[in-house]
């Protein structure tokens, strides 16, 4: 028993954070062996899962570089990453991949109109969502925050320096995951991989199908459980998620608040959705997407999919529907006990 216990944590230790997993060729009958490997990465929060099929180690030493030195310079909890300086000097000169996706970032605040707005920051700390230390701001706290809250007014200079207005702070956590999507699959395309999927927490990107020819079935999760609303099968591209149940509190007199906030009220965003799944071919803006149509709730989250037509949504809502965009009610396929009415959203208003 001693001896069995030993080995179930030798196991685990082995699949842990950080760690190279290599599987045993499979054999199927009309193909040649196929190997994958894979890396367990813990950053930003989260653990990342990256299995590629083909590619070498050193591929994945670099793919891991790149998560661990993205993360170092944009984590607001890092005090001397380049945006914790950003945040407490007002100022600061950021090097090319955070300024190209605070630029990136800027324009999907401006396309989605300020549902998606980095500056939230300062009102997402007040709700303690940064530390876990929870607690409901009044509302003279949150409107005293709100005054700073305004992407319009971040300045990026010519030189690469960024400027914040007085009070001002961001934070990149609603789309850093996403672009760390696309990087890592550029990563590992020129690096020769074809096929891939990686997992970064909420975040899923593939890459070239599967080895066999078939595509990709990945999860979406039920955000009522543990269990899944049903999988969807994709070839290429992203299924980002972002739902209230990732980070929440129950307050003293029994509210549900999350980390998803609606940056014009300071508070979280109570729009009637409670989770929302974004598919399309780049992660950056499947991230700001699923962040933003969360905010902005049903009926306008379906008019920007009808207006823009950029990816298809998964919307589930407060009381009890799956509402699912043409394209991607033709690639998924719903658990067996879904608890959920399925409705298909109207192209036309
Ligand atoms: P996601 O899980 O991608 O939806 O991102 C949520 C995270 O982004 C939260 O933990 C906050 O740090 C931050 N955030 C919350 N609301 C917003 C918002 N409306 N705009 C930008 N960032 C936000
Ligand atoms: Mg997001």
């Known amino acids: 028993m001693k001896k069995l216990a030993m080995l179930l944590l030798l196991a685990a230790l082995l699949a842990g954070c950080g760690r190279m997993k290599t599987k045993a060729p499979e054999v199927t009958e009309t193909q040649a062996p196929v190997e994958w490997r894979e890396r367990s990465v813990f950053a930003m929060d989260t ?16 793919a891991q570089e790149r998560i661990f030195g993205l993360e170092e310079r944009i984590s607001v909890t890092l005090p001397d990453s380049e945006i914790g300086k950003l945040n407490r000097e007002g100022r600061a000169c950021l090097s090319p991949e955070p300024l190209a996706l605070l630029d990136s970032a800027l324009s999907l605040c401006r396309e989605t109109d300020g549902a998606l707005d980095i500056t939230v920051y300062p009102v997402v700390k007040a709700w303690g969502f940064t530390t876990g230390n929870y607690r409901v701001p009044s509302a003279r706290e949150r409107d005293a925050l709100l005054a700073a809250v305004d992407y319009s007014e971040v300045q990026i200079l010519t030189d690469g320096e960024v400027v914040l207005p007085s009070g001002a702070q961001l934070d990149l956590g609603a789309v850093a995951k996403g672009y760390l999507g696309d990087l890592l699959c550029a990563l590992l395309r020129e690096g020769g991989v074809e096929h891939a999927i990686l997992n970064l927490g909420g975040n899923v990107q593939v890459m070239g199908g599967k080895p066999d020819g078939s595509d990709w079935r990945v999860g979406i999760r039920d955000p009522a459980g543990d269990g899944l609303l049903g999988t969807l ?117």
Not at 263 to 269: E, I, L, Q, V
Request: hydrophobic content about 45%; glycine content about 12%.
């Open 233 to 349: 099968s994709l070839r290429e591209g992203a299924v980002v998620t972002s739902g209230g149940y990732e980070r929440c509190f129950t307050d003293e007199d029994g509210n549900l608040w999350w980390h998803i906030m609606d940056p014009g009220t300071g508070m979280p965003a109570r729009s009637g959705l409670v989770s929302v799944t974004v598919v399309g071919e780049k992660g950056l803006v499947c991230d700001a997407l699923s962040t933003a149509l969360f905010v902005m709730g049903e009926e306008k989250a379906l008019a920007w999919w009808r207006a823009r037509r950029e990816a298809e949504l998964a919307l589930v809502t407060e009381d009890g529907r799956l509402v699912l965009t043409p394209g991607l009610a033709a690639r998924f396929s719903p658990a067996g006990n879904l608890a959920y009415t399925l409705e298909a959203a109207d192209e036309e208003a």
């Open 47 to 62: 653990l990342m899962q990256l299995r590629l099929y083909g590619g070498t180690e050193e591929l994945l030493d670099r």
